[in-house]
């Protein structure tokens, strides 16, 4: 560290400024990058950590500041002279070629050629051996990217990453999508790359991965810099408190209340034909029941059979008291169910539509008069309504949903579901991509619409999130229900205790 | 730093050398290519089935004088096709190829008649003619960011008009060049009558091959067409690439110019639209995808060849003209649907 300090850095960013047309996205920011060292730079959304990374990689130019590589001053004209400079970037979105091979992807832009024109494939396919087997990666170079795993794919991207000779390696949440083992194996790498003469950015949001692997924390909050600490000498809480500018209280329980009444939703004997296995549970008016398990334990599928997303195999679903007959989402929503998809950007939003008219989409019915006009100073007044009160950060009702960030875009997918008026509201990782300030808000929201009245599901991998909110805690292992408890009697590690009780049948592979 | 998110036990095995050896059984690079050499096969067996059903039907269509006629008719749509292959794969579109082609075989008309010029060069400039309609269609779309549909579809239109304009609506005769027909007709093997032009597109559709699997001009190709932003990331000039595709386009336009007024022995300054969507169709009964990154040029061919079989075949058993649309349209529906069935279950 001492001499890494005295020594000039390998990246050095100065008073690094860039605006768009009513944004400020970066404002005098400075950024070292030691050699020998894995800096992790985190932030809300919209910090500003992408802005920065897209300058870095030349895909922007920035209004003011200086860059520096090794002392020297540098001007980025674009992606290609970006990696010339040994400037190698693992963007967050998947930037490969799924109808290439492996070997394709990675030399991209930079082929074996034969006579100017042709390709030899072979020699790029020894290449691409040759790089793999430097790297202890189990990949085929001509296997075809679409046909891999996401896991695979992912360290497609870090071996094309490191094949321009690298000496600075930015990664955005490059853990996003893999699994315990895999991230293991991404680190190891990360350790295999770090030299005397290389240093890593590393852009995350989960922060018990900044412990394991970085040096430093550049924190970055509204396009400044709040801080830098050295990892070993901080803590989880104080890194958020930078990141948000306030501290964070620590573990919260809800208080235990009493819950009675007719459960409003009360599901018997689900069973799908894929995983679900006899799945039976209520929920009442004011109470949020959290669900939890391992990826793949069957919680998505559970909401997708319960709205009618996918084939029920067998298994009975009651609304207050009365049995109903759902057979696909519109019905689900006609009998009071709505169903807020993990994957928002696909499946909740219209991202090219306004706030207002993702709002209203599923209630366009009650703002259409019976010719079939539809009302559209009644919706912006709706629109007005829920941004209000859902405190949307938008400039307008008109605003495009695109442009807002995840945490709103979350916020204008429960104000369609609330516009709907349901009496259940199934959330699946509602707080998935959201930055830890927003996460707050939706929790206040979840725990504010429980109080209304409304009996709410919530899919949740993250245990203290699911502790933190539910009343009581339905755990999944393999498709079945393994246990339901009240909060009171809920701990980490009780809840993962009963999200690995494997059957020994093992109905799935 | 305390870690608040419980993480799932890990499996009990060492991560760092058998995670990534271990995550998938399922599809290995060799079943993979089986799989795919057996969807051509499949689209050729379908072929195949079709001259069967009409061989069986009429004893006409099984002769080499048909078979050489259906290798004429599907000639020039399929030099059409086989361009607006690499556009398709891209991931873009080629409204312009029938009037273009109409267009090009007016400027040969042009150049050879009333300029003139001496044969060679005249059907050099034509196939030229037509590079530079590819040229100006690139230039709009991957310049001035037109979508390619506009782009054209724009183009298709103004290549109509100037047909017409040019030629003052009327035909126009290759007097001076009496040889200039033989390029499409002249009968190349002794005692049948195989002509040149079928020769020129089987040698077309090598260059093809060889251009889309063996050059840096085909992984652009392809890769423009799977992932356009991750290619310009890359640091490949996706820009200056589309243009190229699109010029190469434009030559097969200028081609099948020269083949067409030479079959005819007289460049038609109208026609040709509808042209294009056949040639589209040829593509997409090939197993081209119009979402782009797929696709072949073997493909194309079959589907030509679909197309010019179900045409004759249906002529010769008697099927009414206007029933013979119909049935085309059937095969692209079927074509395109069990394409996606397969593509479903892979």
């Known amino acids: 560290m001492t001499s890494a300090e005295t020594s000039v850095p390998l990246l050095d960013l100065r008073g690094v400024s860039k605006g768009f047309p009513g944004v400020q996205a970066l404002d005098d920011v400075h950024l070292e990058l030691h050699r020998g060292e894995v800096l992790a730079l985190v932030g809300e959304n919209g910090a500003g950590k992408s802005t920065l990374m897209k300058l870095l990689a030349g895909i922007y130019i920035p209004d003011a500041g200086s860059f520096r590589l090794n002392g020297r001053e540098i001007v980025i004209e674009g992606p290609k002279h970006a990696q010339e400079l040994g400037i190698s970037i693992i963007h967050q979105e998947f930037n490969l070629m799924p109808d290439l091979t492996v070997a394709q992807n990675i030399y991209i832009g930079r082929e074996q050629r034969a006579a100017g024109f042709f390709l030899d494939e072979r020699s790029l396919n020894r290449r691409a051996r040759k790089l793999f087997e430097g790297l202890g990666l189990a990949l085929d170079p001509t296997e075809r990217v679409e046909q891999l795993t996401v896991a695979k794919q992912q360290m497609v991207e870090i071996a094309k990453a490191l094949s321009f000779d690298a000496k600075v390696l930015i990664m955005d949440e490059p853990t996003a999508a893999l699994n315990d083992a895999e991230v293991d194996v991404l680190f190891e790498l990360i350790g295999r790359f770090k030299r005397p003469d290389t240093g890593v950015i590393y852009i995350s949001h989960r922060m018990e991965e900044l412990t394991r692997i970085s040096d430093r924390i550049t924190v970055l909050r509204d396009g400044r810099n709040a801080g830098t600490r050295i990892t070993a000498e901080t803590d989880q809480r104080e890194v958020i408190s930078l990141m948000v500018g306030r ?144 405190r949307i950060k938008t400039p307008s009702s008109a605003q495009l949903v695109r442009n807002l960030s995840g945490g709103n875009q979350q916020k204008v997918v429960i104000a369609k579901w609330l516009a709907k008026d349901c009496d259940v509201l199934i959330f699946d990782e509602p707080t998935r991509g959201i930055d830890v300030g927003a996460k707050e808000e939706i929790y206040a929201l979840l725990k504010g619409l429980a109080e209304q009245g409304k009996a709410i599901v919530m899919i949740s991998s993250e245990l203290p999130e699911v502790l933190r909110l539910s009343d009581r805690i339905a755990v999944m292992a393999e498709g079945r229900l393994t246990a339901i408890l009240d909060n009171a009697d809920a701990t980490q590690e009780n809840l993962m205790d009963y999200a690995t009780r494997f059957s020994s049948e093992g109905t799935i592979a | 730093m305390t870690s608040p998110t419980v993480t799932p036990p890990k499996p009990d095995r060492d991560p760092s050398t058998t995670a990534f050896a271990a995550i998938d059984k399922g599809a290995t690079p060799r079943f993979a290519r089986i799989r795919g050499s057996l969807q051509q096969l499949l689209a050729f067996a379908s072929l195949i089935l079709i001259v069967l059903v009409f061989s069986l039907a009429s004893p006409h269509f099984f002769t080499t004088n048909n078979l050489v006629s259906i290798l004429t008719a599907a000639t020039v749509t399929g030099i059409l096709a086989l361009g607006t292959t690499f556009v398709i794969i891209t991931g873009g579109i080629d409204l312009s190829i029938g009037t273009g082609m109409v267009l090009s075989g007016v400027m040969a008309g042009v150049f050879l008649t009333y300029l003139g010029w001496p044969l060679w060069a005249g059907v050099l400039a034509t196939i030229l003619f037509g590079g530079l309609i590819g040229l100006i269609n690139g230039v709009n779309i991957s310049v001035l960011g037109i979508p390619p549909f506009i782009a054209t579809l724009g183009m298709m239109l103004i290549a109509a008009g100037l047909s017409l304009v040019i030629s003052g609506t009327k035909p126009i005769y290759f007097k001076d060049h009496p040889d200039f027909q033989s390029i499409m007709n002249l009968s190349i093997i002794p005692g049948i009558r195989f002509p040149l032009g079928v020769a020129i597109f089987i040698v077309m559709i090598v260059v093809a091959a060889v251009l889309l699997s063996k050059t840096i001009l085909g992984r652009y190709t392809f890769s423009i067409g799977s992932n356009e932003a991750a290619t310009a990331l890359s640091g490949v000039n996706v820009r200056r690439w589309k243009i190229i595709i699109y010029t190469l386009a434009g030559l097969f336009v200028g081609l099948a110019g020269v083949l067409s007024a030479s079959r005819l022995s007289s460049a038609q300054p109208t026609g040709g639209m509808g042209l294009e969507l056949e040639a589209i169709a040829a593509v997409v009964i090939g197993g081209t995808s119009l979402q782009g990154g797929k696709g072949s040029i073997v493909g194309t061919v079959i589907g030509a060849l679909i197309m010019a079989v179900l045409t004759n075949g249906l002529r010769i058993i008697s099927v009414p003209q206007e029933w013979q649309s119909v049935a085309v349209g059937v095969v692209i529906l079927v074509a395109v649907y069990l394409d996606m069935l397969r593509r479903r279950r892979a």
Not at chain 1, 257 to 265: M, N, Q, S, T
Not at chain 1, 312 to 334: F, L
């Open chain 1, 247 to 390: 501290e964070i209280s620590g573990e919260q329980r809800p208080v235990p209340r009493a819950i009675d009444g007719e459960p409003v939703l009360a599901v018997s004997g689900l069973s799908t034909r894929s995983l679900l296995r006899d799945v039976s549970f209520e929920v009442h008016a004011g109470e949020i029941l959290g669900f939890a398990g391992l990826m793949g334990a069957g919680r998505t599928e559970v909401a997708r059979a319960i709205v009618g997303a996918d084939p029920r195999e067998s298994g009975e679903i009651r609304m207050h008291g009365r049995p109903v007959s759902i057979g696909n989402p519109a019905e689900a929503s006609r009998h009071g169910i709505g169903y807020l998809s993990e994957d928002r950007k696909h499946l909740g939003v219209l991202l090219e539509r306004s706030v207002r008219e993702n709002i209203v989409l599923s209630a366009l019915r009650d703002y259409t008069s019976t010719l079939g006009f539809v009302n559209d100073t009644r919706i912006e007044a709706t629109g007005r309504d829920y941004i209000e009160k859902l």
